[in-house]
């Protein structure tokens, strides 16, 4: 039974930075693309960041690019959600994801890409 558990979310006010972490009970977890959705009240699921098996290559949404950073450690099954400068728009329910490598697109943008996902945890950032 896969197991994807997000931690690190809270209540921050606007400029501080978080770091959210996943951990992946999957066995063969270096052959997984991983990444992280959000979704805030009232809106639909937006991809945020992905990061190849390998942990080369990654990719974000515009409007994160320069203040998140998605990293992993394979050695310990967690890919980590970095976030700096955080906005209140930034406010969401945060869900790491879980993709088996290889295949799909070379960037995973499309939730429906991913296997497997975490039960989420939700980011507050007041103004």
């Known amino acids: 039974q896969v197991q994807v558990v997000e931690s690190g979310g809270g209540l921050v006010q606007a400029g501080d930075s978080l770091r959210l972490s996943c951990a992946a009970s999957?066995?063969?977890?270096?052959?997984?693309?991983m990444g992280w959705f959000r979704q805030a009240p009232g809106k639909e699921r937006e991809f945020v960041a992905t990061?190849?098996?390998?942990?080369?290559?990654?990719y974000y949404r515009n409007s994160v690019k320069g203040r998140f950073t998605i990293t992993r450690d394979n050695a310990n099954n967690t890919v980590y959600l970095q976030m700096n400068t955080l906005k209140p728009e930034d406010t969401a329910v945060y869900y790491c994801?879980?993709?088996?490598?290889?295949?799909?697109?070379?960037?995973?943008?499309?939730?429906?890409?991913?296997?497997?996902w975490g039960q989420g945890t939700q980011v507050t950032v007041s103004s």
């Open positions: 994801v879980a993709a088996a490598a290889p295949g799909g697109s070379l960037f995973r943008v499309d939730s429906s890409e991913y296997e497997y």
């Open positions: 999957i066995r063969t977890f270096s052959r997984y693309d």
């Open positions: 990061i190849k098996w390998s942990g080369i290559s990654t």
